[in-house]
């Protein structure tokens, strides 16, 4: 029997994760997908391919559910579908904060849930997905969860427990190397180089970067020590980076982050 999935609430996570599903082989036939505005059903139609359903018929007719509305919008979500979802369904929320117990609480019995924190890389296929099943997500569950989500990228299954710290560290982790590619321009600018010139040069160096903190097994530490030569540039850049407690900032914000994931555990703060 053919898998139905249906994605609800498909905003730029829940597109992302479609895209790269049809790019790893879904056919969009089995997807299915809601959006609050029909404008935007059509649009999701005309880009994918994929079949625009209401909420009630995702939940009827889809053997997993994807659950992508913003935390604060899930309570609302879920009054609606807990009438028409079967308790054999598969229902994996991407929200941020909101336990698996929030989902168990509102649907029937025994319906197996699975929390699962992506990023925004999925739209190039480089997601970080972490992974937590809910009291009645069997092994087969993560595994399916695993096969979605891989489409899009990397999965790490994860204690629930741990799934705020992820948030913070892997979930908005991308708008941090964002903040600092844009600052890392600013200061081109300041030291006379154009834009355009600047932006190409900061973003080359992440990509190479990253490329080595993924492939090189090297310690980052010891990829830093490299770059910073005696009496060298980059030591006076890293004493000032230290002098303005870079580090301790890091650490502070997501710190901040994953106190605000735990503050969205009740979907409902604003
Ligand atoms: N943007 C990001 O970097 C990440 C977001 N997330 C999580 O993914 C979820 C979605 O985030 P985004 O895609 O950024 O938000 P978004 O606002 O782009 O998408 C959410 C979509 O849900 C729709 N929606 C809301 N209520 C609905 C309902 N009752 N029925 C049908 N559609 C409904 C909205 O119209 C919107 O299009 C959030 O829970 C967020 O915590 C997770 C990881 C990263
Ligand atoms: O900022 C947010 O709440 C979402 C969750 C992780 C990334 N973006």
Same mark, same amino acid.
């Given at each position: 029997?053919?898998?139905? /999935?249906?994605?609800? #609430? &498909?905003?730029?996570?829940? @597109?992302? +994760?479609?895209?790269?599903?049809?790019?790893? !082989?879904?056919?969009?036939?089995?997807?299915?997908?809601?959006?609050?505005?029909?404008?935007?059903?059509?649009?999701?139609?005309?880009?994918?391919?994929?079949?625009?359903?209401?909420?009630?018929?995702?939940?009827?007719?889809?053997?997993?559910?994807?659950?992508?509305?913003?935390?604060?919008?899930?309570?609302?979500?879920?009054?609606?579908?807990?009438?028409?979802?079967?308790?054999?369904?598969?229902?994996?929320?991407?929200?941020?904060?909101?336990?698996?117990?929030?989902?168990?609480?509102?649907?029937?019995?025994?319906?197996?849930?699975?929390?699962?924190?992506?990023?925004?890389?999925?739209?190039?296929?480089?997601?970080?997905? /972490?992974?937590?099943? #809910? &009291?009645?997500?069997?092994? @087969?569950? +993560?595994?399916?969860?695993?096969?979605?989500? !891989?489409?899009?990228?990397?999965?790490?299954?994860?204690?629930?427990?741990?799934?705020?710290?992820?948030?913070?560290?892997?979930?908005?982790?991308?708008?941090?190397?964002?903040?600092?590619?844009?600052?890392?321009?600013?200061?081109?600018?300041?030291?006379?180089?154009?834009?355009?010139?600047?932006?190409?040069?900061?973003?080359?160096?992440?990509?190479?970067?990253?490329?080595?903190?993924?492939?090189?097994?090297?310690?980052?530490?010891?990829?830093?020590?490299?770059?910073?030569?005696?009496?060298?540039?980059?030591?006076?850049?890293?004493?000032?980076?230290?002098?303005?407690?870079?580090?301790?900032?890091?650490?502070?914000?997501?710190?901040?982050?994953?106190?605000?994931?735990?503050?969205?555990?009740?979907?409902?703060?604003?």
């Amino acid at each position: 029997m053919t898998q139905k /999935v249906a994605v609800l #609430g &498909t905003g730029k996570i829940g @597109e992302a +994760l479609l895209s790269g599903m049809i790019g790893a !082989g879904w056919s969009p036939a089995d997807l299915l997908v809601t959006a609050r505005r029909p404008e935007r059903a059509d649009e999701l139609r005309a880009r994918h391919g994929v079949v625009p359903v209401t909420n009630a018929e995702a939940a009827k007719t889809a053997d997993t559910l994807i659950l992508t509305v913003k935390p604060q919008d899930m309570g609302t979500l879920l009054d609606e579908l807990a009438p028409h979802v079967p308790a054999d369904r598969l229902v994996i929320s991407g929200a941020a904060g909101i336990p698996t117990a929030f989902f168990e609480e509102r649907l029937a019995p025994g319906t197996p849930v699975v929390r699962v924190m992506t990023n925004t890389p999925a739209l190039v296929d480089e997601a970080m997905s /972490v992974i937590s099943a #809910g &009291t009645h997500a069997t092994a @087969e569950h +993560l595994a399916h969860t695993e096969e979605i989500f !891989g489409a899009v990228g990397k999965t790490l299954r994860v204690p629930e427990s741990q799934q705020d710290a992820c948030t913070a560290l892997s979930g908005s982790g991308p708008a941090y190397f964002f903040y600092l590619v844009e600052a890392m321009t600013d200061a081109g600018i300041l030291l006379g180089l154009p834009r355009d010139k600047a932006h190409d040069l900061i973003v080359q160096s992440a990509i190479g970067a990253a490329k080595m903190l993924r492939d090189s097994g090297e310690h980052p530490v010891k990829l830093r020590e490299n770059v910073t030569s005696p009496a060298g540039t980059t030591i006076n850049a890293i004493r000032e980076l230290e002098n303005h407690g870079v580090r301790a900032a890091l650490i502070a914000a997501l710190e901040a982050a994953r106190d605000r994931s735990r503050e969205l555990a009740s979907g409902t703060k604003d």
